[in-house]
């Protein structure tokens, strides 16, 4: 619904800039909310407190995330410069990945108590959510509005269309199911640790920041290697990667830590082509085939 709204949003600012603009803000502030929690409150008021502010924090970020992805779609139509882009925004991700996983438990244990703790790192958060989207908001130049680019069909109607988009529909159908994948290893981390191999939570971060800076690090050489070979082909052997640590794993007791380490620089390998290619996974030869599909697809 909101993907329809912003396509015919009409500004001095752009249909997707205003967006960000008028949004840092707030969304800085409900990112902070999520975490200050009152202390004392009676359980079922702290449930409502946390039930609204994290409706209301996942709400801006629709908002405000929706028309900056299409912004990297819409400021170049070039195959390269779109890989690029991806994975600047990519590695921006990665760092709140890393930043959630790292920095927070540090800063709470250090803190006086744990609801001091996540108040002082949740406002810490929502400051950086609001300076990075400002920022994206002040330096990025939003192409002018082709006023022919989208009809005046009415949502459903966008909806309809969208799923007889085979093209469009195969490329959501493996990109959600890969991604439901890999994040179900980050969120099965902990508890792989602490159950199977004996550790304690202290080891999470270690292997949070290990996983993830691979990640960070392999994206930059899957764009040289996607530069001088087809996506689809490093996009398989990306996934391989991953599957080949996650079997190795199976084999893992007791403080095997080490080799823990190990396999999860595979599965980071792995990770990376996916995090880089997830917006465009199709081959060269076959970008100008589906270059249309993607590009009415693009808004839905």
Known sequence: MFGWI??????????????????????AVATAA???VPPGLDPVYAFLWVAISYTLFDTLLTLVQLPYSALAAEMTRDYDERTSLSVIASFGALAGFILGSTLMPALVSRSPDAGTG???????????????????????????????QHSSAMPWHVVRDALRNRPFMTLVTVVGLVRIGLTLIQAALAYFVIYQLQGSKSDLPE?????????????????????????SY?????????????????????????????????IGIGMGAHWLLLIYP?????????????????SY
């Open 6 to 27: 912003a396509d015919r949003t009409r500004s001095r600012h752009g249909r997707r800039r205003v967006y960000l603009i008028y949004g840092a803000l707030p969304l």
């Open 34 to 36: 999520v975490w200050m």
């Open 118 to 148: 996540y108040a002082l790192t949740g406002a810490l958060f929502g400051v950086i959510v609001g300076a990075t989207i400002g920022w994206v908001a002040w330096r990025v130049k939003e192409p002018p509005i082709d006023r022919r």
């Open 207 to 231: 292997l949070m920041l290990t996983l993830l800076s691979v990640v960070g690090v392999s994206m930059f050489v899957w764009k040289r290697i996607i530069d001088r070979w087809e996506k």
């Open 234 to 266: 490093a996009y398989i052997a990306g996934l391989c990667c991953s599957v080949i640590g996650l079997i190795a794993i199976f084999w893992l007791g007791p403080n095997q830590k080490g080799i823990m380490m190990l396999e999860l620089v595979i």
């Open 282 to 298: 199709i081959t060269r030869a076959h970008h100008a085939d589906l270059k249309a599909a993607l590009d009415a697809a693009s």
